[in-house]
């Protein structure tokens, strides 16, 4: 499948180490299997040899960011809600982010951009991943396997409306002025640039997904998040069993983690629809 005249998707593979493991590597073959035709961007520090990436994904080009943005899990949560990789994808209408974890299991990305969503990603379960199968849904919004309307991306992460309320400063600050220092330096970068969208990087301190699912849609009233029963359509997380009867027996789009979440449920639904375990099955139902 090719792009229509209007869109302009980009495929997203943020990476940060020399080597993938043998299950995403199955993920990252099977990427380039379904999604050879398409634009895929490999995301990565400016000191990462991309060497074994290439040989998987031969047709990818690559962003590189400074090491910093990607050495750990808060500072890669910190760009994912900063302006930098938005701005860097300027050319683009649409962002799926594949998470080396994830698999994608047909190309749907023209159908899933021509939603009018501006976020979407797998639905959450109370319990989060020690969710139980009769877990209620307490949102959507994974980022490992997800979509993004870069238009609407680049307007949150530039925009000057606040996100940390000013009842919020107040208590850092109260706190602050009696010896905390870090909720000192809390309430002073809430009272800057901090607290407004555009920098909620810098203060910021839970997952990005939280920030694109919960914080943004309570500041930008327009903002579009997929409901649940569009969300499961589109990806799967935790409980794929329960995922498959929230969608009526189809399979997703695509799925994050689908190795570590119920394989043995998962394999012979990946096998029918085409994905090379390639000996990574028994090594999985071992370890399950």
Not at 25 to 54: M, Q, T, W
Request: aromatic share 12%.
């Amino acid at each position: 499948m090719t792009s229509n005249f209007w869109n302009r998707p980009v495929v997203v593979i943020p990476v940060h180490l020399p080597t993938p493991s043998p299950s995403e590597v199955v993920s990252l073959r099977h990427c380039a299997k379904v999604l050879g035709c398409r634009e895929i961007v490999i995301l990565a520090p400016k000191n990462l040899d991309l060497g074994f990436y290439r040989e998987l994904l031969p047709n990818a080009t690559d962003l590189r960011v400074e090491p910093y943005w990607m050495a750990s899990l808060k500072a890669y949560n910190q760009m994912m809600i900063s302006p930098l990789v938005f701005e860097a994808l300027s050319g683009f209408t649409h962002m799926i982010v594949h998470e080396p974890d994830a698999l994608i299991l047909s190309d749907e990305i023209d159908y899933w951009c021509n939603q009018p969503f501006d976020y979407i990603g797998a639905p959450w379960f109370e319990g989060w991943s020690s969710a139980v199968k009769n877990a209620r849904v307490i949102g959507v919004g994974n980022f490992g396997f997800s979509l993004h309307r870069l238009s609407t991306s680049r307007r949150v992460t530039s925009s000057f409306q606040r996100w940390y309320p000013y009842s919020s400063i107040k208590q850092d600050l109260r706190h602050g002025f009696r010896g905390d220092r870090e909720r000192l330096r809390q309430g002073l970068s809430g009272l800057g640039s901090g607290g407004l969208l555009r920098g909620a990087h810098k203060l910021y301190s839970k997952h990005c997904d939280m920030f694109w699912s919960f914080t943004v849609p309570e500041v930008i009233t327009d903002y579009r998040l997929a409901t649940a029963d569009i969300a499961v359509q589109f990806a799967w997380e935790v409980l794929p069993s329960r995922c498959m009867e929230m969608s009526r027996g189809n399979l997703p789009f695509g799925i994050h983690a689908w190795a570590k979440y119920n394989f043995a449920f998962l394999m012979p639904h990946l096998l029918a629809a085409g994905v090379d375990l390639n000996g990574v099955d028994r090594m999985l139902l071992n370890e399950g």
